[in-house]
């Protein structure tokens, strides 16, 4: 049912930018590219989402490709407490669509 | 602003038994939706409620029901558990509009014995 790809696990030092990949081969026109992380049994916490064009909070970035087929949600200095599963989803944006379909996931683990 | 809070945090039931979890949204949130949590499916979406009216349904048997009060607080139940039925389970809250993000509570872990 999920429609995006990511690696399984990735591995970044602290301090370092964290980049995270994602691949959608197969959005639509009106769907946004959506991020959440979950840290180990918590609930999911928002992060960020976009449409086409690049996206900054305070939290990360996102950059999606022009095609819009994939897209990177980029940690510019990750912290240990970045440790957490994340989730790309992608999302119609009408009225309604709340429903949040989730893949696996990437497992992110920041090392000292 | 006050997140979205869940009740109870952990919860211990037999087989058979039936169960009912609470959520209450952020202030001004008029959709609510919940989610199940297993190792072995990940993250499902159960049903969302709008305006007291269930909007959208994942599927899950009809064992799973909810229903959402006029001040947005929500209530889902299980009836006959299930060993299986041991989860996570989580609420999100969001405004409105479709094109916003959902918070979600710590949820719920349901234990069924």
């Known amino acids: 049912d999920a429609k995006t790809t990511q690696p399984t696990s990735m591995d970044c030092a602290e301090g370092r930018a964290a980049n995270l990949p994602c691949n959608h081969s197969t959005i639509s026109g009106n769907e946004y590219v959506y991020w959440y992380r979950q840290i180990h049994s918590q609930g999911p916490q928002y992060i960020i989402h976009g449409l086409k064009n690049n996206e900054t909070n305070e939290m990360a970035s996102l950059i999606i490709t022009e095609d819009r087929k994939s897209s990177t949600l980029i940690l510019p200095h990750a912290t240990l407490r970045d440790t957490a599963v994340y989730y790309c989803?992608?999302?119609?944006?009408?009225?309604?669509?709340?429903?949040?379909?989730f893949g696996q996931g990437t497992r992110l683990t920041i090392n000292p | 602003k006050a997140g979205v809070t869940q009740t109870p945090r952990y919860l211990i039931k037999t087989r058979g038994q039936q169960v009912t979890l609470s959520c209450s949204p952020i202030?001004?949130?008029?959709?609510v939706s919940w989610y199940q949590q297993t190792p072995g499916q990940g993250l499902q979406f159960l049903f969302e409620y709008f305006s007291e009216t269930q909007r959208n349904k994942g599927n899950f048997p009809g064992r799973f029901s909810g229903r959402q009060f006029s001040n947005s607080r929500s209530e889902m139940n299980v009836s006959t558990l299930e060993l299986g039925d041991s989860a996570l389970y989580l609420c999100a809250s969001s405004l409105e509009s479709g094109n916003t993000e959902a918070f979600f509570g710590q949820g719920t872990r349901l234990t069924v014995v």
């Open positions: 989803i992608v999302r119609p944006s009408y009225q309604g669509a709340q429903k949040l379909v």
């Open positions: 202030s001004g949130h008029r959709s």
